[in-house]
């Protein structure tokens, strides 16, 4: 075993050689996407020496390992490009697009934690009982369906048939209250799958933890069943769950692009998807790019927190 | 007060029904007056941690307890769950087998002593319950208590984590303690040491002690009284020295003549043959009849009565005058 500082820089390292990783494959992915950004964007009418400058403009007919090395420098300096439609910083886009989407992903994730953890540990004490097996079975329809068909689902019942919420998009006035009704829909959207996930998860690793021998000494001890699971138990639970919650984080932001799409909001999502339709691959390339460091950068988070809850990791070196 | 703190009778603790029905425990009779150390002896699987498990109502869900376990004259087998619980770290406190498991791993050392005491002494402001705790610590021999309180048991070493279970148990001042093999899992010097805190400790302990250990010595050292459990059974009980020095049931005798003494290294080392009996075997006659050196027929149908042979000491064998 590694001391904890090691630990941490050997995370670190890797993490950076994830992010070089990551834009290599981005460079050859958008090499290899059908369809000329040129006839795309310019339309057939264009003349072919116009439609070879936008290409030139736009960086494409270099080699690969020359569009990597500029993309990197770029990136390197934290310029993302520049959006060759409208001739905006990609940095702006993005930056305007990225609270949107945090929000929605943090306030998905919250929920689902919220819910799912207490949903866990309530089925695994009491294992067998009709209430374990319900939310069993609520749990693999939350988990097996898509969350864009559960958006779906959520506004045709509660903005059409019920009209409790607005249909969609995001806030038009700048009023809090509206824009956290506006979040509603989209957040449990997205959250459901993630809380049938994380009972499932939690519930697991509860009845594992509640067989352990320390679980033993705490009743022998005459601790209240209360004490037991929600602290002595949980906390040992919380630990493999929060690996899949924090691996989880990046196909959370990929459904919160789908769900953005589904219920019009702005976001890294509707930005994603107009770039691909319109073959806008600086926009494009820039703003996978962030997604991806954002990916990166929680895992590794998500690893360096394991310490704050496994004192294990920490001082495995004494 | 009159009476024994623990009396324990008829106990028998199953598992299942028809034939593959399980019997660990098949009619224990027991008693442990106030102040005195019970030794609990027998081989694995010969319902030693049952009993105690029994005892502390902490039996896994599926098995069932009948018979009396009468603490202070309570029955603890009629019991509620909470009223059983409330009687855990109050009147009854463990000391497990394996210290590497038996403390939270991802709570301090601090936390876990703190919350049991709380738990002990209701109402105790948490200054005071902070200076129990290290207190405690500092009793059971743990250097620089205050600092420990702040560790985690992985930087604790396996000594150091059972002296924390047993100041654990002290805090609670109960009147019964068990202890579970508490020095099975550790190396034979922090052994000694963990039996030497325990008799040092047993003078300003006023409860009684339930000593569970595979180590003969380790009970002649420790204990006052030793109960030799074999299969489900209590087949001989008394005062340790007398039994351990002249042991009546064969079983006892072979147990102790498998004690590692200082005989020439080539004489063969001694062992009981076979194995200890299935639970789910029913034999008509006694239970060690199979592996008994000295079975004779009606051992085999006749099932031996736990005897007083003598004013304090105990057996069920049903040739006893008969053998050498």
Known sequence: ?318 | MAGPLLEISDLRLSAGSGKGAAAILRGIDLALARGRILGIVGESGSGKSSLVNTIMGLTPPGLRAEGRIVLAGEDLLGLSPVRMRALRGHRLAMIFQDPMTALNPVFRIGTQLVDVIRNRHPGTVPAAVEAMAVEALGRVGLPDPGRRMRDYPGQLSGGMRQRVMIAMALVCRPELLIADEPTTALDATIEAQIIDLLRRLRHDFQGSIIFISHNLGTVMQLCDEVAVLYGGHLVESGPVRAVLRRPLHPYTRALVGCEIDDRPVDAPLAFIPGKVPETTERPGGCIFADRCAYAAAPCRTTAPRLAAQGDDRRAACLRLGELP
């Open chain 1, 1 to 318: 075993m590694q001391s904890y500082p090691a630990y941490v820089i050997n995370r670190i390292l890797t993490a950076v050689l994830s992010v070089f990783g990551a834009m290599l494959v981005i460079v050859i992915l958008i090499s290899l996407v059908p369809g000329d950004p040129a006839t795309v964007l310019l339309g057939p009418l264009a003349t072919p020496e116009y439609a070879q400058h936008f290409i030139a403009e736009m960086g494409l007919d270099q080699p690969v390992h020359v569009r990597l090395w500029r993309l990197a420098a770029g990136f390197a300096q934290g310029r993302l490009g520049t959006d060759v439609i409208s001739g905006q910083s990609v940095n702006t886009i993005v930056a305007a697009a990225l609270p949107h989407t945090f929000a929605l992903a943090f306030a998905a994730m919250a929920l689902a934690c919220l819910v799912g953890i207490p949903a866990g540990v309530w089925s695994a004490v009491r294992k067998g009982s009709a209430g374990d097996t319900a939310i069993a079975m609520v749990s693999v329809v939350f988990v097996s369906v898509p969350s864009f068909i559960l958006g779906i689902v959520l506004l045709v019942v509660f903005s059409i048939w019920l009209d409790w919420l607005p249909v969609l998009g995001l806030s038009p006035s700048a009023s809090l209250r509206d824009a956290a009704i506006r979040m509603i829909l989209p957040t449990v959207a997205l959250a459901l799958g993630w809380i049938g996930l994380i009972a499932r998860l939690v519930r697991t690793s509860m009845l594992e933890t509640l067989g352990q021998n320390y679980i033993r000494t705490a009743r022998a001890y005459g601790l209240r069943e209360g004490l037991v699971h929600y602290r002595y138990a949980l906390k040992n639970a919380v630990i493999p769950t929060l690996a899949i919650i924090g691996m989880g984080f990046g196909r959370l932001l990929g459904g919160a692009v789908l769900i953005e799409i589904i219920f019009a909001r702005q976001g890294l999502g509707s930005i994603l998807y107009d770039a691909l339709q319109a073959r806008n691959f600086s926009v494009l390339q820039g703003t996978v790019f962030v997604v991806v460091v954002i990916f990166i950068a929680v895992n590794l988070l998500t690893e360096l927190s394991y310490a704050l809850f496994d004192p294990r990791i920490k001082f495995s070196r004494r």
